[in-house]
């Protein structure tokens, strides 16, 4: 059996009102609450973000390449494009948001939790990704190309397309997602996946063995 994720739990102290300017390139924020706020467009290179809180924000294309968020909460999220590129993310909890493409490629992920999300592209091409556990969200893309990723699992969830593209994966489970097209099914090894799931992909294994189905 699969070892499930190790999740820290996070619990958000009283939180100050944080205005859209504290989020600089290269600024430290901390015990912050942004609601509403309008960071679209703008750069937040290198910021660190700890145990904050952003809400109904606009995020569009806002550059969050090499930024930290520890013990955060980003809730009711609703953009094109989230660039977290080459981020450290530790113990963040992504809720109740739809999204374009989430851009985590390069990055590393440690405790987080993806719930009731609709994500065209989940980007963790490159990623070192540990103990994350996604609820209720409905994927178009799940891109693990090149990834490291370990105690990953999933609950009441659907991806049209699983890239696992010379990924590394362990404990690995995919029993709760609902999964349409795999490719490179090669890198499925270190996942678990329950009977049915496999039988819904005969076709793309056969294919893969070069084996016909008569």
């Known amino acids: 059996m699969p070892r499930a994720p190790r999740l820290e739990r996070l619990v958000l102290p009283e939180l100050e009102t944080g205005d859209a300017t504290d989020i600089a390139p290269h600024s430290d ?20 973000l700890v145990e904050c809180e952003i809400a109904a924000s606009n995020l569009d294309d806002t550059d969050f390449t090499g930024a930290r968020f520890a013990d955060s ?59 994350v556990e996604f609820r209720g969200c409905i994927i178009g893309e799940l891109d693990f190309g090149g990834a490291t990723v370990a105690r990953v699992s999933f609950t009441d969830c659907r991806v049209e397309t699983l890239d696992v593209h010379q990924a590394e994966l362990s404990d690995v489970d995919l029993r709760g997602l609902t999964i349409g097209n795999v490719h490179h099914l090669d890198g499925l090894r270190g996942s678990t ?22």
């Open 29 to 48: 924020v901390e015990l912050a609450m942004f609601d509403n706020v309008d960071l679209a467009g703008e750069s937040a290179v290198g910021a660190s």
């Open 73 to 131: 909460r980003l809730t009711r999220i609703t953009v094109p494009r989230f660039t977290l590129a080459r981020a450290f993310l530790r113990n963040v909890h992504l809720a109740d948001s739809r999204i374009g493409a989430l851009d985590l490629f390069d990055g590393k992920v440690r405790s987080m939790v993806v719930e009731n999300c609709k994500i065209e592209l989940v980007n963790l091409r490159g990623c070192d990704v540990r103990d």
């Open 193 to 214: 996946m329950d009977t049915d799931q496999a039988v819904g992909l005969v076709n793309h294994f056969a294919a893969h063995l070069g084996v016909t189905l008569d």
